[in-house]
């Protein structure tokens, strides 16, 4: 195992799941007929992780694509294990399970041992999980929150809105990539959607992402699509799409039920979005070039994702991300934790600029 592939998943394994020797390592994974994950960050995390003297057992999950509950056997194994690893698509569909809270189960989002081994997997879990708490702050105290893209996104609020508690999801993820979903009910104005719609991972669906020719203009009032422009065709697509799936999980179409942008610069997806969009939607997000909406669907993440590629995100008047560039420096505490994590800040100093654009710095539904 070379030096970085090791230090991504020690990241993992001590740092995030905070094993020792002795442990127990549940270790989910999907079938080896699955394309999903790449099984070289399977073999990288067992082989790691017997090294370092703990116990690890492995368990194959099948792909669920309307979603489901873990089973009480499937919990039971869970239980016994220190901690449950999902290198699964089942993980990231329980995130937001509340009998998961007790569990705390792990999901990656890095893919494969490239990630696992790039800046994504090695930067301190910790120290991201410092810089999403300082941004969930800067956040809830925002009284002017205002989004704009260089499509024509512009798309504003008088603050998040956050519950008393942050609701925040029951799996702990890894690495740590976004902030705490914004509420967008209190958001209007319009959001510009290019190259395709795609899901969120809730639920896999077909065909879970329909192409667009040209941009889309969504225009929200107090967090609901009120309409949609552009051309006839793109148009009438992306309505067939909207219909098609809310018809199929009878749930409220037109409503954005929150948003939130990638945090972690090190986030490097360098395959074209149209060569597997599920993967692209599960894996591209935490990579600060990108803010994603949750719609359709009164809940979180809702069923259809609308993608914002180079946001730039204004806190009280004050540019925090910048045409996909996110300035920590300005965010309260950040440049402590930056000068204790020095690997963290290279990171920022050298972030990927991969999110599965074409070479034109699109995003795109199609092959080129």
């Known amino acids: 195992m ?22 127990r390592l549940l270790v989910l994974h999907e079938g080896a007929e699955e394309t999903y994950y790449h099984n070289d ?42 901690r449950s690893l999902f290198l699964a698509r089942f993980g990231d569909q329980i995130r ?10 792990i999901m990656s989002y890095a893919l494969d041992a490239g990630m696992l081994a790039s800046g994504f997997g090695q930067g301190h879990y910790h120290g991201f999980v410092a810089i999403k708490n300082a941004v969930n702050r800067m956040v809830a105290r925002a009284e002017d929150i205002h989004v704009t893209c260089p499509l024509g996104t512009d798309f504003r609020g008088d603050g998040a809105k956050f519950p008393t508690q942050i609701s925040d999801v029951a799996v702990t993820r890894f690495p740590m990539s976004v902030f705490a979903p914004v509420p967008a009910g209190n958001f209007s104005g319009q959001v510009v ?10 639920r896999f669906y077909e065909p879970y992402a329909c192409a667009l020719e040209t941009p889309v203009t969504f225009t929200v009032h107090q967090g609901r699509i009120t309409a949609l422009d552009g051309d006839d065709s793109d148009v009438s697509t992306a309505r067939q799409h909207y219909d098609r799936v809310s018809a199929r999980y ?3 179409p037109w409503v954005i039920h929150s948003w939130h942008a990638g945090i972690h610069p090190g986030c490097n997806y360098r395959r074209p979005v149209a060569e597997n969009f599920a993967r692209w939607s599960g894996a591209a997000f935490g990579n600060p070039r990108l803010l994603h909406f949750h719609t359709c669907g009164s809940y979180a993440p809702g069923e259809i994702s609308l993608n914002v590629l180079d946001p730039t995100i204004c806190l009280d008047g004050v540019a925090v ?5 996110f300035d920590a420096n300005l965010v309260t505490g950040v440049p402590d934790i930056l000068n204790k994590h020095p690997d963290i ?6 972030p990927s600029r991969n ?6 710095e699109t995003l795109s539904g199609t092959w080129a």
């Open 345 to 350: 800040a290279r990171i920022f100093d050298e």
């Open 193 to 202: 959607q290019h190259g395709f719609l795609v899901g969120t991972g809730s």
């Open 2 to 23: 070379n030096t970085d592939l090791q230090k991504g998943a020690d990241n993992l394994l001590l740092t995030c799941a905070g094993l020792v020797p002795g442990d």
């Open 96 to 105: 937001f399970n509340a009998d998961m809270a007790g569990i705390c189960p």
């Open 250 to 252: 009878g749930i409220d």
């Open 41 to 82: 960050i399977l073999d990288a995390v067992l082989d790691r992780a017997r090294t370092l003297g703990i116990e690890v057992a492995t368990q194959e999950v099948p792909v669920s694509p309307d979603g489901a509950v873990p089973d009480e056997t499937l919990v039971t194994q869970m239980k016994a294990a220190t």
């Open 355 to 360: 999110v599965g654009q074409c070479p034109e």
């Open 321 to 325: 991300w910048n045409g996909g560039r």
